[in-house]
């Protein structure tokens, strides 16, 4: 009997250690509701590929559930806009294919705009029927960019697999809107 409860509690302070060391609170991963689709991530690679091993480790801490990381894929060249040196956001959602039962969440570290918002000088992603596109690009050092890539990673997973609602709440991931780096820093890993 005092072994159990040692061992118990041995396994609790682990997980609070481990979620703590994964930068989420201990006992993350609120009570979600059951997902409308499995999650997918999907590495687009241009001069560089991102590792999304933590990224994919993250979004499981969280939801409890496990993560598909795919092979990755190479960039369009034709979303390219030379003039903006950037990638357009639309373009390569429309060379992204999802598949029913499947949210696909697309990661690169290049920069993209959106044609919605032409006066933007970037944006951090978008969504699309199935799935989004998110850019680690412009997300400040290695520690900032990490922690913010996660945070977005984790609005579009709560709003595309789980078929959850913005919120009018600056502390929750599904706030909105979100309009740059420090809307992203005052979001803590809650809803």
Known sequence: MKFDKIALLLILVTCALGARFLGLPPGS??????????????????????????????????????????????????????????????????????APGQFRLAITDQALFTSAKPEWGFCFGTRFEGGG???????????????????????????GAYAMQRVNNPRSLLHSPVLGAGDLDNMEYRL
Do not use: W
């Not at 091993?53 to 190479?74: A, C, D, M, W």
């Not at 998110?134 to 709003?159: C, F, H, N, T």
């Open 29 to 98: 991963g609120p009570r979600l509701p059951a997902p409308k689709a499995a999650v997918h991530l999907v590495p687009l690679f241009g001069e560089t590929t991102p590792d999304l091993t933590n990224l994919q480790t993250r979004i499981e801490s969280f939801t409890g559930r496990p993560v598909v990381l795919h092979e990755p894929v190479g960039l369009d060249p034709k979303a390219f806009d030379s003039a903006r040196r950037q990638f357009s956001a639309e373009l390569l959602c429309s060379t992204l294919e999802s």
């Open 133 to 159: 596109l998110i850019s680690s690009a412009r997300r400040g050092d290695a520690g900032k960019r990490e922690e913010r890539l996660a945070k977005m990673s984790l609005r579009y997973v709560l709003e």
